[in-house]
């Protein structure tokens, strides 16, 4: 008789039972950063945590949709439908994909995600960079020239286990829109996984998540889930009003992050409701890797990606663990010399009178010991990157 998914271990295969519950054991027990644990092979990803930076744009066009609206309200609603549509794609694509959560590589210091989207809205261009390994984060730089619209940000993750895993996100984006010379806070929602017993692990939101205007104007999203709270799965409620007065609401929003959401005005009207489901993405247009720097994600760990595709865990274990040995080399190389890592795209601040202006609206504050720095983009680095990539053209164009 087949096993139901719904019973412990249903959605795992009869010859893989055994290693998931001594991965759920070891998991229950442990007291540290979850991301250190082995997972087994057949819940790893073959992509690493620096390329979910990309999920940030997959819909260019609602990324840039506010740079063209003249009033700020309706303004700061489209950047609100904007980040409600990045979810599904953020945190419910993977399940989609590859039928259930997976373990991501953890990226190396320096490690490099470099793509672009082109479509209607023009060139939308994405820098991912690891910009610290212990603790671990990742920066990213999103931007559209011809709109005038910049998403840069960093984040990393604290996991813990109380019952399920427990993921908080720490860190923020900054939406910029060069036209209104606006910017936009906006915070990252706590998750946990559900299904783990089952052997299907997908994520679920949990609490909320702010976007802060420097025009006036706060959005709350509060997250509930069918495993935490009655109801619908991926459910979500979303309130836009003016800073400081959340009972003079201004637009709500309710709906399912993974399916579709209702957009509303003060007096309840329907203004708009958005398909998560059938709203096509843009595909991510990205160099091959015979092309890529050797710091560039997929180049660096192609024969790790190869080996978890396969099932040999033995070369994905000789891959892997070539590449720690030489990350280890280099740190005791750069401590010998007295050097650090030099990051290719982003700086580290002091601190950040944007999000220390914006933050303490929201109750927000910047946590750089657990993200190795407050990291911004760093247009002089990029700009001296282009230049040497355009002369490394032209000089190769000459011989």
């Not at 609401?249 to 309710?254: A, F």
């Not at 398909?275 to 092309?291: F, R």
Request: net charge neutral; proline share 5%; aromatic share 10%.
């Amino acid at each position: 008789m087949a096993s139901s998914s719904k019973e412990e271990g249903g959605a795992i295969a009869p010859q893989n039972k055994g290693s998931w519950s001594s991965f759920l054991k070891s998991i229950a027990s442990f007291s540290g950063d979850l991301s250190s644990l082995t997972a087994p092979p057949f819940i790893l990803s073959s992509t690493s945590l620096v390329e979910y930076s990309s999920y940030w744009a997959e819909h260019p066009s609602l990324l840039i949709a506010p740079a063209s609206e003249a009033d700020p309200a309706k303004r700061a609603l489209l950047v609100l439908k904007w980040f409600l549509s990045t979810l599904k794609q953020q945190y419910s694509s993977r399940n989609d994909k590859l039928g259930s959560e997976k373990k991501p590589l953890n990226p190396f210091l320096g490690e490099l995600f470099l793509g672009k989207w082109e479509d209607e809205s023009g060139i939308t261009n994405l820098v991912s960079e690891q910009v610290s390994h212990h603790p671990p984060a990742t920066a990213y730089c999103i931007w559209n020239e011809k709109a005038g619209v910049r998403l840069q940000g960093y984040n990393a993750q604290k996991a813990s286990f109380s019952r399920t895993i427990n993921v908080r996100q720490i860190g923020h984006a900054v939406l910029h829109i060069d036209a209104y010379k606006e910017d936009y806070l906006i915070t990252l929602p706590s998750l946990h996984i559900e299904g783990l017993i089952y052997g299907a692990p997908f994520v679920e939101l949990n609490g909320h998540s702010y976007i802060e205007s420097s025009t006036g104007y706060t959005a709350k999203v509060d997250y509930s889930g069918k495993g935490w709270l009655s109801g619908k799965k991926n459910s979500f409620t979303a309130t836009l009003y003016p800073k400081g007065k959340p009972k003079e609401l201004l637009y709500s929003v309710e709906g399912q992050w993974t399916d579709s959401f209702t957009i509303k005005d003060a007096k309840k009207h329907v203004i708009e409701t958005h398909n998560a489901k059938t709203a096509k993405t843009t595909p991510l247009i990205v160099e091959g890797v015979d092309k890529q720097d050797p710091m560039e994600s997929r180049r660096a760990w192609k024969d790790v990606a190869a080996g978890i595709q396969k099932g040999d865990m033995d070369a994905v274990s000789a891959a892997k663990g070539k590449i720690e040995n030489e990350q280890r080399d280099l740190r005791k190389k750069e401590a010998s010399e007295g050097r650090v890592w030099v990051r290719r795209y982003f700086s580290s601040a002091p601190k950040d009178t944007l999000f220390d202006k914006l933050g303490v609206e929201i109750g927000e504050q910047a946590e750089q010991d657990k993200t190795g720095g407050i990291w911004r983009w760093d247009p002089e680095k990029a700009a001296g990157i282009k230049a040497a990539g355009q002369a490394e053209k032209v000089e190769k164009a000459t011989v």
